[in-house]
């Protein structure tokens, strides 16, 4: 835990161990939530960071044409 203040602009100024943890270097991206009257910050991964991820799913090129092809039948009625 770390405590900080909010700037004269009400800019967050979250302290330097917290930015170091989660990766945040400046021009990155972030998502702000409010979860039960809490800040949540969380970095948005880039493209090449995803793709290094192991899939969490696999599927066939026949099952996604099956699967798209059910969900636009679906859309359109």
Known sequence: M????????EELFPPK????KLGLR???KV????EAGR????PVPSLEEVLREPPCIE???????????????????
Do not use: P
Not at 31 to 34: D, G, L, N, P
Not at 62 to 73: A, T
């Open 39 to 42: 800040l949540v910050v969380e």
């Open 59 to 77: 599927i066939t090129v026949d099952e996604f044409h099956r699967f798209r092809k059910e969900l636009s039948r679906t859309v359109e009625t």
């Open 31 to 34: 998502i702000y939530k409010v």
């Open 2 to 9: 770390a405590e900080s203040r909010v700037g004269s602009k």
């Open 17 to 20: 161990k917290i930015r170091e």
């Open 26 to 28: 400046a021009g990155k």
